[in-house]
């Protein structure tokens, strides 16, 4: 279990830095991912190179982005951790939010594991 906690430190600290390589370095190739919000599937991808493609898109938005791991819980093939959010905008949103307006949010990630290797992220907000 230790091991699966390194892999997803790694995957925030990348996503903290914005670093898109180190994010998705220990992710499978056919990586599935979804983001739920609101208890509503608000993006579905499949594959690596489509997970990269959104992820750096997702750059664009803020000028710096934090989550923060409050827990791990795992369970056979899974490791779900808790998460508070913090970011600052760098674009105005469609949805009215403005830029320099700061998010502050609570979700959490599921990890499904193969080996060593998270082939689903699932992230709930």
Do not use: C, W
Not at 18 to 29: L, P, S, Y
């Amino acid at each position: 279990m230790k091991e699966r906690e390194a892999i997803i430190q790694n995957y925030i600290a990348g996503y903290n830095e914005f670093d898109i390589d180190k994010m998705v370095q220990d992710f499978d190739d056919e990586i599935v991912f979804q983001n739920i919000s609101g208890g509503e599937t608000t993006l579905s991808l499949l594959g690596l190179n489509a997970l990269k493609v959104q992820a750096q898109q997702a750059t664009q938005y803020f000028s710096s982005r934090t989550q923060t791991i409050k827990s791990f819980t795992h369970k056979s093939d899974d490791t779900e951790i808790e998460v508070d959010y913090n970011a600052t905008l760098a674009i105005d949103l469609p949805d009215g939010l403005k830029k320099g307006e700061e998010l502050h949010l609570q979700g959490r990630s599921i990890f499904t594991f193969s080996g060593n290797k998270i082939t689903k992220l699932v992230d709930i907000s």
